[in-house]
């Protein structure tokens, strides 16, 4: 397979490393404070990236569509 | 089992929906009727599921009802650890918006129906679509068994349960509907029946995250509740994670997330789509199941706020639910988790028997195969398929189908190299693959039995121990030897392999 420049080759689709250096990095995370509405630090981050992500990916989607 | 632990009304609720499901299930065949004859049309639902029937598709097989059932569970027991689930659904989509919609269009292009078609496609080598098909066969019969447990356990609670082959029989009825539905209604049955049975997820989470805290005191006493439970355990787990976890959770979560669209019925899943934009699309929109999914975990802490104790961790939900619902409530949610066992359990047996037809019978068999007498054979396998799980279940412990599904994730995982390396310009060679995977399936099951079946291994590196998900270990040396070998084979000139398709193949705006 021989293959030319790739449409999702732009620079964007590095955006899409951000989630994963988020959440698999331990120490940015592994805390209880500062806590929201009873959730701790830990939890509420967690949460927080999954609206993160579909809003990373979208971008990116908007740019390789 | 005796009649007065039996709760009626839940059971009757638990019932009702139940039947209507099986109903559905047997309506799906008309559903955008298609020629059932075709293994396309009964195995992959005619290729014409748009953006919101593939949501509730995928949705519903990926989070399975033994998530429901586990997630919970392990939170209850090990505290912050259990939430890996939460980093690994969310980084699973980016990958799957990257690699899936190539694998989506070149798939499209050449008819191909599995993971393994693509790779007989791709690198010219049956060996090596027969390996990735074999471990998509091994890797997905325990994961079948499993469902069945998170039907066992609703059944369990429900108080019709019970001891010996008796007990037994509700849910050996329950699978065989299943698998008569499937039968006749190919893809199309999981499909309408996941709508029925998401929607009924969702409302039992939003009404117990709702309801359950403030029973309980609202979240901050939900937390605190865990917190000290942990602590009086001695502080070994809690609510955050212990830095000698750090690694095996973040390993876990990348590991898991690699594996989850490897496996057949997640593959299903993204090639019954009717286009590669469907497929990003859901990308985007899947994450709102790990939502859910984080939200089910907190059932666990609940549990513990509620004071519920169990003989076995995967009962806490069905306990939590008993305790804080009321009864016809109680059986919604019960026949919610059952019905989400369904879902998985039927696309999960469509993509074995696809994998079996395909990779095994077709390319090893009978080459001459007619397409109606290949859609016959994906018919009868997914019954064998299914069945072989019943009787795992019912004969054997359960903690072995637990057990073997964990090393379904470290096997599968092995499939990786060949079939996502192969949608982008790459020079490994089919052989190197064989090679890899070959070392990846030995080393990564030796080191699990070595660990006594955990899923993290203790590695030494220069006198430090790292603890490392296994399959992430198994992976890393299966891409090593796979690449070594190629230079190897390359120099010798051997193993070339040949390559039907193209490169514009993989791109989606020519593949609409």
């Known amino acids: 397979m021989e293959e030319k420049s790739e449409k999702s080759g732009t620079p964007w689709v590095w955006g899409l490393l951000l989630p994963y250096i988020a959440l698999l990095w331990l120490p940015f995370y592994n805390a209880k404070e500062p806590a929201i509405a009873g959730f701790p630090f830990f939890y509420w981050y967690q949460f927080a990236w999954v609206p993160l992500t579909s809003l990373l990916i979208f971008l990116v989607y908007r740019k390789v569509k | 089992m005796s009649t007065d632990t039996i ?70 027991a090990v505290g912050a650890y259990g939430f890996f689930a939460l980093p690994y659904t969310i980084v699973v989509y980016p990958l799957v918006f990257l690699v899936m919609p190539r694998l989506w269009a070149v798939c499209h292009k050449h008819d191909y129906v599995t ?54 029989i509700p849910l050996i009825v329950a699978f065989v509907i299943l698998a008569v539905y499937t039968y006749a209604s190919g893809l199309r049955a999981p499909a309408m029946i996941a709508f029925v049975k998401d929607v009924m997820i969702y409302i039992v989470v939003i ?16 937390f605190d509740a865990a917190d000290k439970a942990f602590q009086a355990k001695g502080g070994a787990t809690g609510l955050i994670l ?32 009717s ?24 059932l666990g802490y609940m549990a513990i706020a509620a004071g519920v104790t169990v003989k076995s961790p995967t009962a806490v939900v069905p306990a939590l639910f008993l305790k804080i619902f009321p009864d016809w409530f109680v059986g919604f949610s019960f026949a919610a988790i059952a019905i989400g066992a369904l879902v998985p359990a039927a696309i999960m047996s469509i993509g074995a028997a696809n994998l079996f037809t395909r990779n095994i019978w077709r390319t090893f068999v009978n080459p001459n195969i007619t397409p109606a007498a290949e859609s016959s054979v994906a018919k009868l396998v997914s019954l064998i398929v299914k069945f072989g799980a019943l009787i795992f279940i019912v004969a054997l412990p359960t903690q072995f189908a637990i057990d073997l599904q964990l090393l379904g994730g ?56 790292y603890s490392v998900y296994i399959g992430v270990l198994a992976g890393a040396l299966n891409l090593v030897v796979s690449t070594v070998a190629s230079f190897l084979f390359g120099a010798l000139g051997i193993g070339q392999g040949s390559d039907e398709t193209e490169p514009g193949d993989y791109q989606l705006s020519k593949a609409k």
């Open chain 2, 275 to 298: 286009s590669g934009d469907v497929v990003r699309k859901n990308a985007m929109l899947l994450p709102a199941y790990t939502v859910l999914l984080g939200l089910i975990a907190m």
């Open chain 2, 410 to 465: 470290v096997w599968i995982l092995q499939t990786f190299p060949a079939i996502v390396l192969g949608l982008y310009k790459t020079r490994l060679r089919p052989s190197a693959l064989l090679v890899g995977w070959f070392a990846g399936m030995v080393v990564g099951t030796l080191m699990a039995y070595q660990t006594g079946l955990k899923p993290i291994y203790p590695l030494v590196v220069g006198g430090t121990t």
């Open chain 2, 115 to 168: 993971g393994a078609d693509f790779v007989h496609g791709r690198y010219g080598s049956s060996w090596l679509a027969l390996a990735v098909a074999l471990t998509g066969l091994l890797a997905t019969m325990p994961y079948i068994a499993l469902q069945l447990v998170g039907m066992q356990v609703v059944i369990g609670a429900l108080g019709i349960g019970g001891e010996g082959f008796t007990g037994e």
């Open chain 2, 7 to 76: 709760n009626w009304t839940a059971l009757t609720v638990f019932i009702l929906f139940f039947a209507l499901v099986t109903v559905i299930g047997f309506f799906a065949a008309r559903w955008r009727a298609g020629d059932m004859t075709q293994l396309h049309e009964w195995g992959l639902g005619g290729r014409r599921f748009g953006t919101i029937i593939t949501w509730f598709l995928v949705g519903g097989d990926f989070y399975t009802a033994y998530t429901v059932i586990a997630v919970p569970a392990l939170v209850y």
């Open chain 2, 207 to 222: 009404a117990a995250i709702a309801i359950i805290p403030m029973h309980l005191g609202g979240y901050g006493a939900v």
């Open chain 2, 242 to 273: 212990q830095p000698g976890q750090f690694v095996p959770f973040a390993t876990l979560a990348l590991g898991s997330a690699f594996a989850a669209f490897m496996y057949p019925h997640t593959m299903t899943g993204v090639l019954s789509s």
